[in-house]
C-alpha cells in the first residue's frame, strides 16, 4: 500500500491504496465520489471526467498515486442544487441528456473546453468532446448546451444565434 494526498472537491485526503489502483474508483470507492461513473474503464467513454490540476482527464487512465499531492475536481464539485455551474444549468436548459450517464464527464470536458476556447464554433466543441460518449441523444442538444453555456460565461446571450 502506498499513502497518497490529494485534494478532492477543495477537500483534503490521505489514503493508503494499493498501487494499482485507478483515480476513478479511489474517488468513488474510498472517498465517495460516485457523481463521477465509470462507463467503460478503457479509457474510451469519457464518463469518468475529472480535473486534475485544472485539466480534464480520463480517472480510469490514472493511478491514484498518480494523483498525489494533486487538486483534483469532480462533478460534485463545481457547482450545487441551487448554485449550478453555468455549464450543468446549459445542460439542464437545453436538454443535453438523456439517461444522464455521460453527462458528468460531459460537463467536466466542456468546461475545460470553455477555460481553453470561450467561444467555440460548433466544429471546435464537437472536437473538443470527441473523447466524451453519450449513446443516447445524437450529441445536438450536448453542443447547443455547450454553446449556451460559452454566451453565459461570456456574458453574451447570442452565442447560439450568431452561429446558427
Ligand atoms: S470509464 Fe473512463 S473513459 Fe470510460
Ligand atoms: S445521456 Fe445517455 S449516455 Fe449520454
Known amino acids: 500500500m502506498t499513502q497518497v494526498s490529494m485534494r478532492v472537491d477543495g477537500v483534503s485526503y490521505t489514503d493508503e491504496v494499493e498501487p494499482r489502483t485507478l483515480l476513478v474508483h ?3 470507492e474510498a ?21 486534475l490540476d ?5 480517472s ?18 463545481i457547482g450545487s442544487q441551487g448554485d ?8 439542464h436548459e437545453m436538454h443535453g441528456l438523456q439517461c444522464g450517464f455521460c453527462t458528468p464527464g460531459m460537463i467536466m470536458a466542456s468546461i475545460d473546453l470553455l477555460k481553453e476556447n470561450p467561444n467555440p464554433s ?28 460559452a454566451g453565459e460565461m461570456s456574458g453574451s446571450s447570442d452565442t447560439l444565434g450568431a452561429q446558427a
Open 26 to 28: 479511489h474517488l468513488r
Open 31 to 51: 472517498l465517495g465520489k460516485v457523481g463521477t461513473v465509470v462507463g467503460c474503464d478503457t479509457s474510451n467513454c469519457g464518463a469518468c471526467t475529472v480535473h
Open 54 to 58: 485544472g485539466q480534464a482527464v480520463k
Open 60 to 77: 480510469c487512465t490514472v493511478f491514484a498515486v498518480q494523483a498525489d499531492g494533486a487538486e483534483v475536481t469532480t462533478i460534485e464539485g
Open 84 to 91: 449550478l455551474h453555468p455549464v450543468q444549468k446549459a445542460f
Open 122 to 149: 460548433e466544429t471546435e466543441v464537437r472536437e473538443g468532446i470527441e473523447g466524451n460518449l453519450c449513446r443516447c441523444t445524437g450529441y445536438q442538444n450536448i453542443v447547443r448546451a455547450v454553446q449556451q453555456a
